[in-house]
């Protein structure tokens, strides 16, 4: 069955540090791919985006981009903020399947 | 305007107890959502809504019953919860529930953190 795997965290970075965050997935057809991110105490919120291969999905500085070829949506960012600490939740949906597949969700701590 | 908004933001029941959450969202969405988030885990699916018509149930135990009066509302009744119910419990709603063999982008609220004593 379709799946997406993170990168474990905690990601531990200094503040204006470049920040990856590694998502693969494995799907049989053409998934649509987001980021959501989840801060301290609050519920999830859509990041970004891409619903083909090589879409680039962008938003506050995150970008992530649809590679078909490695199967995979990894996010980044060039200078991350204390206010970027949060867990990053990378999700798939697929055709007629109306599950979100959801990796485990890397969580994200920057220091001053 | 993608806001979904819940109350309450925090809920204490005991076992015994009757208590409600509710969701609202006001952008034309015709599919709600319930998910069930324990700590540090991702979301788990509950409850699907589309036009007011409940689509899914992922086999969630009678003592959570949901209920959407109207388009723009979604609520979910608890009743007789377990400790092991505590959680956040998140709504989300979508433009329609499946289109024409994908799925819509889903827009979460900001929850509500259930505590069972």
């Known amino acids: 069955g379709d799946s997406v795997t993170q990168m474990e965290g905690p990601v531990t970075l200094s503040e204006e540090a470049f920040l990856t965050i590694n998502c693969t997935y494995t799907?049989?057809?053409?998934?649509?791919l987001f980021w959501y991110v989840q801060y301290p105490g609050e519920g999830l919120q859509l990041l970004l985006k891409?619903?083909?291969a090589d879409d680039k999905g962008s938003n506050k500085g995150f970008e992530a981009t649809y590679r078909k070829e490695t199967t995979s949506f990894h996010l980044e960012k060039g200078s991350v903020q204390v206010s970027d600490s949060a867990v990053y939740f990378c999700?798939?949906?697929?055709?007629?399947?109306?599950?979100?597949?959801w990796g485990a969700g890397t969580k994200l701590i920057i220091k001053p | 305007d993608t806001e979904v908004t819940q109350t309450p933001k925090h809920l204490v029941m005991g076992m015994t107890n009757k208590k409600s959450l509710k969701c609202e969202q006001h952008?034309?969405?015709?599919?709600m959502y319930w998910y069930k988030q324990k700590a540090k885990k991702p979301p788990e699916l509950m409850f699907v809504?589309?036009?007011?018509?409940?689509?899914i149930n992922e086999s969630v135990p009678s003592r959570f019953s949901p209920e959407c009066p109207n388009s723009s509302l979604l609520n979910l009744h608890l009743h007789a919860l377990q400790p092991e119910d505590s959680a956040l419990y998140l709504c989300?709603?979508?433009?329609?529930?499946?289109?024409?063999?994908?799925?819509?982008?889903?827009?979460f609220g900001p929850g509500t953190r259930l505590l069972v004593l």
């Open positions: 989300a709603s979508s433009q329609e529930f499946q289109r024409e063999g994908y799925q819509e982008t889903q827009y």
């Open positions: 799907a049989t057809g053409y998934p649509s």
């Open positions: 891409a619903t083909k």
């Open positions: 952008m034309g969405h015709r599919a």
């Open positions: 999700a798939l949906t697929e055709g007629s399947n109306y599950q979100l597949i």
């Open positions: 809504y589309s036009y007011e018509k409940l689509s």
